[in-house]
């Protein structure tokens, strides 16, 4: 014999991928009676091994997950729910867009065209303004703010309330 | 298309039938919600496989059950009947159940090596190992189910 045994790899490379194992390898099993007798009890379980029944689940996989993905009758509501309230979006930000620039139109008439008219003297207009109406302005500015704010978290709430429904 | 593969996954990791049923509802919720993403990088069964493997061995951490950790007994016990009255025809069942008592991952390597032909690169892929990891792997499940087997195999021959 030309060598020490086949370790337990080298045999079951010797099985499966015979042309990949080197000359000595394949001498030595060709004659050696214990390396025989290995190969041959790795052979018959690789071969039993190929032939086990393949699992399989006990339930029904695709209706199972049709049933998920299509939805029951309450996921299908929760959908078209969901859907209406994404169209009602949709309108609403349409309308808000259009709002807003007609807003913006409006604002830039009013106070665009005189301050255009009056930009020469417009510099005065700040300088020479009294603390009492600075201080006027800048509470209109913080309540205006602040309803804005009471706004947004009504709204936020509003969404919240409608995804958790 | 991926049941079978799935089911070699889902069947060798997971034992309780519960439990297989919500992840396979899980795996394939998955797959369909990211089925956008997936950018044809591998084969499509793969692909799904992955995402049934990495679900199992989500769901074996959180129950603490350790993937590939051989029972003390595995090597060398002998689970075979001492009376030498194995018949070839039950080598099978035999095999089934010495499988059954692999550590989960061997298992499922077995499987998908044997019974669905997987390449070793494309195990590499769905488990995350490194191709020579899984070669050792599947060498020592082998061993393991050939040590099993060798007094049986002596006792046919006789």
Not at chain 2, 91 to 115: C, F, M, T
Request: glycine content about 6%.
């Amino acid at each position: 014999m030309s060598r020490a045994h086949l370790s337990a790899e080298e045999l079951q490379q010797y099985i499966l991928d015979k042309q990949g194992c080197n000359a000595a390898d394949i001498v030595h099993v060709d004659s050696c009676p214990d390396c025989q007798a290995q190969v041959a009890a790795y052979t018959l379980l690789i071969s039993a091994l190929s032939q086990q029944p393949a699992p399989g689940f006990g339930f029904d996989v695709s209706a199972m997950v049709l049933r998920q993905v299509v939805g029951s009758p309450v996921a299908v509501r929760r959908a078209e729910h969901r859907a209406e309230l994404t169209t009602d979006r949709a309108t609403e930000r349409r309308v808000n867009r259009r709002t807003g620039w007609g807003m913006a139109a409006l604002i830039l008439m009013v106070a665009g065209v005189p301050a255009w008219l009056f930009r020469r003297s417009a510099y005065y207009v700040f300088t020479d303004i009294s603390a009492v109406f600075l201080y006027l302005i800048l509470a209109a500015a913080a309540v205006f703010m602040l309803l804005r704010v009471l706004h947004l978290v009504k709204r936020y709430h509003q969404i919240i309330h409608s995804i958790n429904k | 298309m991926t049941e079978g593969l799935v089911a070699h996954i889902v069947c060798r990791l997971i034992s309780n039938e519960e439990d297989r049923k919500d992840i396979v509802q899980d795996i394939y919720l998955k797959v369909f919600h990211h089925l956008k993403g997936f950018r044809f990088q591998s084969k499509l069964s793969t692909w799904v496989a992955q995402i049934a493997y990495n679900a199992c061995s989500s769901q074996l951490q959180k129950k603490r059950v350790p993937l590939q950790v051989l029972p003390e007994e595995t090597v060398g016990g002998d689970g075979t009947p001492a009376d030498g009255s194995i018949l070839r025809k039950e080598l099978s069942g035999i095999v089934q159940a010495e499988i059954g008592r692999l550590p989960p991952l061997y298992q499922a390597l077995v499987g998908l090596y044997h019974q669905e032909e997987l390449s070793y690169q494309e195990m590499a892929e769905i488990t995350g190992l490194p191709e020579g990891t899984v070669k050792s792997y599947l060498f020592r499940a082998r061993k393991i189910l050939k040590e099993k087997l060798l007094p049986t195999y002596k006792m046919e021959k006789l």
